[in-house]
């Protein structure tokens, strides 16, 4: 098997998207002038990005005034959340740069002495499978993010030629609806405020998948060391003899023991840097899924339809694979009691046979991501979602009167 890190593989997928972001997942090694761009990049797209946020939340305001129908409210109400969500998602690893630097380097750390074990064929399929299904997933997310992108910048052309061809006349339309302090459908201004909408919806798809994508990586490579962990539990018994050599079987045991508590302590880690943000994915998911579901059926324009449903199921797709991997995580620390059980350790003297219950008690309680601590990370969170979601659209449609629209 390739022993070139694969973790270090896989975050230079990120490299390209952290940099025209300003973000970064190792600051402890940028040096001053590295900072400095990477800051003046962020604050740069943070005001590109909230001035188009702010034109938004003007319009709203404006159309609620104004007696706008319920339709055109819905179809701005997701856009500016999910901007908000970006904005929460990017500054979440601005915050917390040295905590992402301390777990990206000890994860490094732990691949490092991985790499110096003896290889054989049941660990490179642990390492393996799991690589392999960590990279699909993120190929199926850039395709699903990438044409989010392309939907909303063509859907106003496509619109637009539709438009000319039945009435003969030139419409200029925008990917969003934002107010202006001049006139943004001028043929003067129209092409620059059509890029400027479109580089802030880049910045709030590529916010928010990066951030998610270090998520990814992170619990996934916890996840494998759990289970390599767990493979030498089971095999600890057959590689000592507790009875006739009990140094042995303790020294080992005590390094496994230090591996399990580095892993609940990077687990730690990782929940303080994305607590707060889940929490807030978590609210606003149940918000996209419910108002993106209800402009889908609302709409009366098929192209504006089909630009909501390419919406829809990114914002699906977003918040299952958060709560997947965070349920892969859970489910892999515990595991490592099971495989306690499963070691042997009735052949183990009194004294080894309670350090293998001390640790398989511990391994009992699930190293875990949380949203601020009101709910797990898991796939039973993600339905509870669902639920809210499918709630709050049936409330809507109850409440959706077309002909008072």
Request: glycine share 2%; net charge neutral.
């Amino acid at each position: 098997m390739d022993t070139e890190p694969t973790l270090n593989n896989l975050l230079k997928k990120l490299n390209s998207i952290y940099f025209v972001l300003g973000l970064s997942y190792d600051s402890v090694k940028a040096t001053r002038k590295e900072k400095l761009i990477q800051r003046f990049i962020y604050i740069l797209n943070f005001f590109w990005l909230n001035s188009d946020v702010l034109g938004a939340v003007c319009w709203f305001i404006n159309g609620v005034l104004n007696g706008k129908s319920f339709v055109e409210l819905t179809y701005v109400a997701p856009c500016v959340t999910f901007s908000f969500f970006a904005n929460i998602k990017a500054y979440t690893l601005i915050h917390y740069e040295a905590f992402v630097s301390e777990l990206i380097n000890s994860l490094r750390s732990l691949e490092e002495i991985e790499n110096t074990r003896a290889r054989t064929k049941e660990r490179d399929e642990i390492i393996g499978k799991d690589v392999k299904f960590l990279n699909a997933v993120i190929n199926v997310s850039n395709i699903l993010n990438f044409g989010l992108i392309i939907t909303f910048f063509t859907s106003p052309l496509i619109l637009i030629v539709v438009k000319y061809l039945k009435t003969n006349h030139w419409d200029l339309l925008l990917p969003f609806l934002i107010i202006y302090p001049f006139d943004s459908h001028d043929i003067k201004y129209w092409p620059f405020v059509y890029l400027h909408q479109l580089w802030s919806e880049s910045i709030v798809v590529l916010n928010i998948c990066s951030t998610d994508y270090l998520l990814y990586i992170c619990c996934m490579f916890i996840r494998v060391q759990f289970r390599l962990l767990q493979y030498d539990f089971k095999r600890i018994m057959e590689d000592n003899n507790v009875l006739f050599n009990n140094e042995a079987f303790t020294r080992e045991f005590v390094e496994l023991v230090k591996w399990h508590q580095e892993l609940i302590r990077l687990s730690a880690i990782l929940e303080k840097v994305y607590a707060k943000s889940t929490l807030f994915n978590f609210v606003a998911s149940s918000i996209l899924l419910c108002l993106t579901g209800f402009n889908v059926m609302a709409m009366e324009d098929k192209t504006l339809a089909c630009t909501f449903l390419v919406f829809l199921s990114a914002s699906l797709l977003q918040i299952f694979f958060v709560c997947f991997f965070g349920d892969l995580l859970m489910k892999s620390s515990t595991d490592v009691s099971y495989a306690i059980y499963e070691s042997k350790w009735y052949l183990a003297n009194s004294s080894a046979e309670k350090n293998l219950h001390i640790v398989q008690t511990r391994a009992q309680k699930p190293c875990k991501l949380t949203a601020f601590g009101f709910a797990d990370v898991n796939l039973r969170a993600f339905m509870s979602i669902l639920s809210t979601a499918w709630s709050y659209f049936a409330l809507l449609k109850t409440l959706y009167n077309p002909n008072k629209a």
